[in-house]
């Protein structure tokens, strides 16, 4: 019994001093409008299911704040973000706080101080060592490599023509990563004829880990997380995924070293930061690699596939993307170049429409560093944000009643000139928005090109979507195929 007593008063003192140092966070929560929330658990219990409900729930949730004027708290657990969807508000946030927030941190065991979630102050030096590697003069001497993997991929749907529905997704991301790992590291991997090694399992298994501690509250305190078979099994596999990378820089830098003089021509990526201002160590060189390797696949890969989910099921869509092809190919069957591809106008209005109907990066967190000015109120330093472009890019209050249809010509000059600059989001926004985009939209049209050219797509409405830190859609990207007549 005097065990038990001593439990309870310890609970308590432990309570009473956690709610102490967390007074501030209470004081700006009585502040802050709020909806859907209960008390004690916050709105902990919309963050509870499988990835499909869990999509949901942010969703009605999202209307909820919509409805109530665009802004609310959201407490996650112990966790209080603000919740805005007012393209103002927004492009202050993410213009003045660059700072990620903490639930990136499940991402930095992996990733270190990698780009996508370096601590800012470190951010601001490498950003800016980094940004002229992204420069699209760097950038164009790639395109080859697009082609070359684009006719693989080619070859390899060969294998679906007349079959039924497949998901054609697997077949984009082994392409990705082809392309990703020769541009960012000149690995020639080989993934498309080998889609099974270790290094993408182990990739596969970190992800999936690291979602389920994003969106399940009990597994967020690493106290609690060490508890479960889960820490050991990520370790082993980030691990994995670390010596990878590490033994690529070994090489790399031991190639380097034994040139008499610096490569001309085409250099990939880890070349390039080799021979950057500041010397970077293989520690940091390797969790550059590893941001670029894993952030700028999978979501290039999912806007791919979804496009074309979406021409399959707009026939017409696909019928002016196919035509404007063949007024830049003709009858040819060469690979795009970069001036190829800078014609390729409806098709970049297609992937635009694609990347605002589904937004793969749904959700963005910053944290505020100073105080901010909103619109309606002052938000203190040290409050989490959470920024929604997947709700914003299908709000009718900002994309009027059609809000919800495809529809390319959106992204017209004449019908963009008086948007919002933070209305339309999907690489993020301010000086810390994505590095690659360029990089993204070149590999995506170049790749759209080489398989719309090829075969017709065919596809249903995509009727359900799940939540896995990206965007995806259940059951999968299913499309069927044909060849085109030439």
């Known amino acids: 019994m005097l065990v038990l007593a001593l439990i309870f008063v310890c609970v308590v003192v432990y309570y009473i001093r956690f709610r102490h140092m967390r007074k501030h966070l209470y004081q700006i929560s009585e502040i802050l409008p709020g909806v859907g929330e209960l008390p004690l658990i916050g709105h902990t219990h919309w963050f509870i299911g499988g990835p499909e409900k869990l999509l949901k729930n942010i969703q009605e949730l999202a209307e909820l704040v919509d409805s109530s004027g665009g802004t609310s708290k959201v407490w996650i657990g112990p966790s209080l973000?603000?919740?805005?969807?007012?393209?103002?508000?927004v492009q202050k946030i993410l213009e003045n706080c660059l700072e990620k927030d903490g639930s990136y941190k499940f991402l930095q065991q992996w990733l270190g101080d990698g780009l996508f979630v370096a601590p800012v102050d470190l951010w601001k030096v490498h950003r800016r060592v980094l940004l002229p590697i992204f420069h699209n003069k760097i950038l164009e001497d790639f395109v080859p490599v697009f082609g070359q993997q684009a006719s693989i991929l080619v070859k390899r749907l060969e294998e679906q023509v007349g079959k039924p529905d497949f998901d054609i997704f697997k077949y984009i991301t082994s392409c990705m990563l082809d392309i990703v790992f020769e541009t960012a590291m000149g690995e020639k991997m080989d993934v498309q004829h080998n889609p099974d090694t270790p290094y993408l399992r182990a990739r596969s298994c970190v992800m999936s880990i690291i979602?389920?501690?994003?969106?399940?509250?009990?597994?967020?305190?690493?106290?609690?997380?060490?508890?479960?078979?889960?820490?050991?099994?990520?370790?082993?596999?980030?691990?994995y995924t670390h010596k990878f990378t590490d033994e690529v820089v070994m090489k790399k830098k031991e190639q380097c070293g034994s040139q008499d003089q610096q490569k001309e021509g085409k250099k990939d990526l880890l070349e390039l930061l080799l021979h950057r201002e500041i010397k970077f160590t293989n520690e940091q060189l390797r969790e550059h690699i590893d941001s670029i390797t894993i952030a700028g696949n999978d979501t290039t890969a999912l806007v791919i596939a979804y496009a074309l989910l979406l021409l399959g099921s707009h026939e017409e869509a696909q019928d002016i993307v196919v035509d404007e092809l063949n007024s830049i190919f003709?009858?040819?069957?060469?690979?795009?170049?970069?001036?190829d591809i800078n014609k390729m106008h409806y098709l970049e209005r297609v992937i635009k429409e694609t990347m605002?109907?589904?937004?793969?990066?749904?959700?963005i967190g910053r944290r505020t560093q100073k105080d901010i000015k909103l619109t309606n109120f002052t938000l203190p330093a040290g409050v989490g944000c959470a920024v929604a472009p997947f709700v914003m890019?299908?709000?009718?209050?900002?994309?009027?009643?059609?809000?919800n249809c495809f529809d390319p010509d959106r992204f017209l000059p004449e019908n963009s000139?008086?948007?919002?600059?933070?209305?339309?989001?999907?690489?993020?926004?301010?000086s810390r928005n994505c590095i690659g985009r360029h990089f993204g939209m070149m590999v995506m049209k170049s790749v759209l090109a080489t398989i719309l050219r090829a075969y017709k797509?065919?596809?249903?409405?995509?009727n359900r979507l799940k939540i896995e830190i990206l965007l995806f859609p259940v059951p999968g990207h299913m499309v069927s195929i044909e060849k085109r007549n030439k």
């Open 330 to 339: 003709g009858e040819s069957d060469r690979a795009p170049t970069k001036e």
């Open 81 to 89: 973000y603000f919740v805005t969807l007012n393209p103002d508000d």
């Open 417 to 430: 000139v008086d948007r919002h600059p933070c209305a339309f989001i999907p690489f993020s926004f301010g």
């Open 393 to 403: 890019h299908r709000s009718k209050r900002l994309w009027g009643p059609t809000a």
């Open 356 to 363: 605002r109907l589904y937004t793969v990066v749904p959700i």
């Open 211 to 239: 979602n389920m501690r994003l969106f399940k509250a009990w597994l967020q305190p690493d106290a609690l997380f060490k508890l479960t078979p889960y820490a050991k099994i990520q370790q082993e596999n980030i691990d």
């Open 457 to 462: 797509i065919r596809s249903k409405a995509i």
